[in-house]
């Protein structure tokens, strides 16, 4: 999987020794409780090391999911994710495939714009990939994220049902 750098951060691929930091990112209930419809925390270090795993098992040359580090001194900061989402149960499928884009990030590192400054850097890497649309999907209270989608440009496309078998708010991005 390939490495993205913008002015500050380095988005490259999770390593087993980032174990630690990923326990301690996803382990805490602030982090986790807006991803996916029933949020959990990490409990020990096997799982982060087989979350790990399942990070580094995406090899398609748009898609992936990257540890984002500050450039300066390689610091974790967050997660950050480009791949297929998954429909909701009953969801007509067949037509193209939704990309999603997604973060979260140590709270230690909230309000520095990590996300958006990480986020604005894969999708033009993607774009430029050939990809045309990306979505992104929040938690109806997550008001944060939504400020993000809305500093990428993304458009606010309203609630939606059709991902994860819960409400979302969709917002969208297209190429060009």
């Given at each position: 999987?390939?490495?993205?750098?913008?002015?500050?951060?380095?988005?490259?691929?999770?390593?087993d020794?980032?174990?630690?930091?990923?326990?301690?990112?996803?382990?805490?209930?602030?982090?986790?409780?807006?991803?996916?419809?029933?949020?959990?925390?990490?409990n020990?270090?096997?799982?982060?090391?087989?979350?790990?795993?399942?990070?580094?098992?995406?090899?398609?040359?748009?898609?992936?999911?990257?540890?984002?580090?500050?450039?300066?001194?390689?610091?974790?900061?967050?997660?950050?994710?480009?791949?297929?989402?998954?429909?909701?149960?009953?969801?007509?499928?067949?037509?193209?495939t939704?990309?999603?884009?997604?973060?979260?990030?140590?709270?230690?590192?909230?309000?520095?714009?990590?996300?958006?400054?990480a986020?604005?850097?894969?999708?033009e890497?993607?774009?430029?990939?050939?990809?045309t649309?990306?979505?992104?999907?929040?938690?109806?209270?997550?008001?944060?994220?939504?400020?993000?989608?809305?500093?990428?440009?993304?458009?606010?496309l309203?609630?939606?049902?059709?991902?994860?078998?819960?409400?979302?708010?969709?917002?969208?991005?297209?190429?060009?």
């Amino acid at each position: 999987m390939r490495t993205i750098a913008s002015d500050h951060l380095l988005l490259r691929p999770w390593r087993d020794e980032d174990a630690d930091f990923l326990l301690d990112l996803e382990s805490r209930w602030e982090v986790v409780r807006f991803l996916g419809a029933q949020p959990r925390i990490m409990n020990n270090r096997e799982d982060a090391l087989a979350s790990i795993a399942r990070r580094r098992a995406i090899d398609d040359p748009i898609h992936g999911i990257w540890a984002i580090t500050t450039a300066a001194d390689g610091r974790l900061v967050g997660n950050l994710l480009l791949k297929p989402i998954p429909l909701s149960a009953g969801e007509p499928a067949g037509g193209p495939t939704d990309v999603e884009i997604g973060w979260h990030l140590h709270p230690d590192a909230w309000g520095h714009g990590y996300a958006t400054e990480a986020a604005a850097a894969v999708l033009e890497d993607a774009f430029g990939r050939g990809l045309t649309r990306v979505v992104a999907v929040t938690d109806p209270d997550n008001r944060a994220s939504q400020a993000v989608c809305r500093r990428l440009g993304m458009t606010h496309l309203g609630r939606t049902t059709r991902y994860y078998d819960t409400p979302n708010e969709l917002f969208e991005k297209l190429a060009g």
